[in-house]
């Protein structure tokens, strides 16, 4: 299970990334290796440069200093905030990877209402543009783009934050489906514990400063072979026993106990 | 939902309904000028200002001339030739520009000083350049219009939304399909304005040259009807221009900017939905 230790090759490695914005270093000698199929939730302290990471491991930004090694086929990404092409309807936005890889027009069609009945999307919402769409379609619409090209690999930034608690569930369990099934590795970032807890093989803390990854803990068991109970209980070891996650909520205003 | 090909031609129709009903709004404001003018009329008399209904009879009499049909002509082809050169100069440096930080730093000094010079230096450059031939015409609707392409795509270049930009670079968008599938769709949005009114002032620049370079055409007409100090016919000439310009705009300009708006309207409350 613990599958950092099976020495598969892994589906991507990042050595010794370091970031500044204009001169602001906010990454430094961050190392990284995800197992292939492996899906890793990566938490940390508000700012602490979870995005800027995933941005540098998607090749959005170029890092100053280190090297991303990238073994997976195909990856898919779901930003913190949608992005959607505003003049463009919903199904035309989920589509529109399959149009960058120069798929011909029924196909993408065919390709990108499944995807939207992947993530729930009602077939009559995919005919109207992002500013009809509620937060939750929005954000929903952006995962099935992500999903559309049939990723080996899924940069998810916090990505079931504006959905409510049982579609996020939903969701959850589509990532569960597909590491299960293999189907994709993940880089999942996100702010809830439970959340990480549940859906991940592996928890990585990055440090708060961003100097690197504090550590990293496995989570006994597979994704959706705990239960309810199982993850309320790992959390609440993590938290009270493990000194790691000390400080991940200390500077998170948005964390409501 | 509507499905399927009813749906989308409904959609069209209805569309199509808007716009008559935006050219009925737009026939109310023309009538109430008419109005205007027929009061100043009836102030002023014939000299000055003769009523609309006698400046549309003059103007009828003029459109009812194949020679005058010709210099209509003239003028619109001087016109677009020139503005689609600008169209085109102003669009392809708008872009660099809008891109290229360095090349809107150089760029920006010597537009305002293009922008400084009163078009009338223009057509008198161009008179000694050109001599009395389409090229001054062409030249000085040329310098006048595309500044207001440039800086229309320049801004609209620079305002894009990098969010979406990195957003496709993370689905593997090259720089190139990252100009044509989001650039120049956003740039779309501001280009269609900034071509209505570089179009508009084409035809005044155009009209105005022709006039100062004596080359014939509308602007050459309306030399001729001053001469004779008739004022009628100078209207009907006016008129006739204002008219071309109107087609123009609402033949080709506003339904094509309306296609790229569309989901601009659905953003509206009073928009027509699905
Ligand atoms: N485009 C940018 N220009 C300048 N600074 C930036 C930019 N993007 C991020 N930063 C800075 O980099 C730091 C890390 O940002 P990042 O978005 O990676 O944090 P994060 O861990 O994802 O935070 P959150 O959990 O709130 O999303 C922050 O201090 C932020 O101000
Ligand atoms: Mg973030």
Redesign the pocket.
């Known amino acids: 299970m613990t599958l950092e230790t099976t020495g598969a090759t892994p589906s991507l490695t990042l050595t010794g990334i370091g970031h500044a914005?204009?001169g602001r270093t906010?990454l430094d000698a961050v190392d990284l290796s995800l197992a292939a199929g492996e899906v890793a939730a990566l938490v940390?302290p508000?700012?602490?440069?979870?995005?800027?990471?995933a941005h540098i491991a998607a090749g959005v930004v170029e890092p100053s200093r280190g090297r991303v090694a990238r073994r997976y086929r195909r990856h898919g990404m779901v930003f913190?905030d949608p992005r959607l092409l505003p003049w463009a309807t919903a199904r035309a936005n989920i589509a529109y990877p399959l149009r960058l890889l120069g798929l011909p027009r029924r196909e993408r069609r065919e390709r990108a209402e499944e995807a939207a009945r992947r993530v729930a999307l009602d077939r009559a919402d995919l005919d109207k543009y992002p500013i009809e769409l509620s937060g939750g379609m929005r954000q929903r619409a952006a995962i099935a783009r992500a999903l559309a090209i049939d990723p080996d690999f899924v940069y998810f930034d916090?990505p079931f934050t504006a959905l409510d608690v049982a579609l996020k569930r939903r969701m959850q369990d589509l990532v569960i489906e597909a590491a299960r099934g293999a189907r994709f590795g993940a880089l999942f970032?996100t702010?809830d514990l439970m959340e990480a807890v549940r859906i991940a093989h592996r928890v990585v803390v990055m440090d708060a400063q961003?100097r690197g990854i504090a550590g990293t803990r496995a989570v006994p068991g597979e994704p959706g072979g705990r239960d309810d109970g199982t993850v309320y209980r790992l959390v609440a070891g993590f938290l009270s026993d493990d000194p790691l996650f000390r400080h991940i909520h200390d500077i998170d205003e948005r964390r409501v106990p | 939902m509507t499905t399927g090909r009813a749906g989308a031609v409904l959609d069209r129709l209805g569309r199509v309904g808007q716009f008559l009903w935006s050219g009925w709004a737009g026939l109310a404001g023309l009538a109430l000028f008419a109005a205007l003018w027929q009061a100043g009329h009836e102030r002023y008399g014939d000299f000055i200002l003769p009523a609309p209904l006698a400046t549309l009879a003059a103007g009828l009499t003029i459109a009812a001339d194949p020679a005058a049909w010709e210099l209509a002509g003239q003028t619109t082809l001087r016109a677009v030739e020139g503005f689609a050169l600008a169209a085109l100069a102003g669009a392809a440096g708008g872009l660099a520009a809008g891109y290229s930080p360095a090349t809107m730093r150089l760029v920006r000094p010597i537009l305002t000083v293009l922008l400084g010079v009163p078009p009338i230096a223009w057509i008198v450059l161009a008179m000694i350049w050109f001599g009395s031939t389409d090229g001054t015409i062409i030249t000085t609707v040329l310098v006048a219009a595309t500044p207001v392409v440039f800086v229309g795509v320049a801004e609209g270049a620079v305002t894009r939304d990098r969010g979406l930009d990195d957003m496709a670079r993370a689905f593997g968008a090259g720089p190139l399909a990252r100009l044509t599938t989001l650039g120049l769709r956003h740039v779309a949005a501001f280009l269609f304005p900034a071509l209505t009114v570089a179009l508009g002032s084409a035809f005044k620049v155009a009209v105005m040259a022709e006039l100062l370079a004596n080359t014939g055409g509308i602007g050459g007409a309306l030399a001729a009807a001053r001469s004779n100090l008739d004022v009628a016919e100078a209207l009907a000439w006016v008129l006739i221009a204002v008219t071309g310009l109107i087609v123009v705009e609402y033949t080709l300009v506003h339904p094509i900017r309306s296609e790229f708006e569309r989901w601009r309207d659905a953003a509206r409350p009073w928009g027509v939905k699905r």
């Open positions: 914005y204009l906010v940390g508000s700012g602490c440069g979870k995005s800027t990471l913190q916090e970032i702010h961003g």
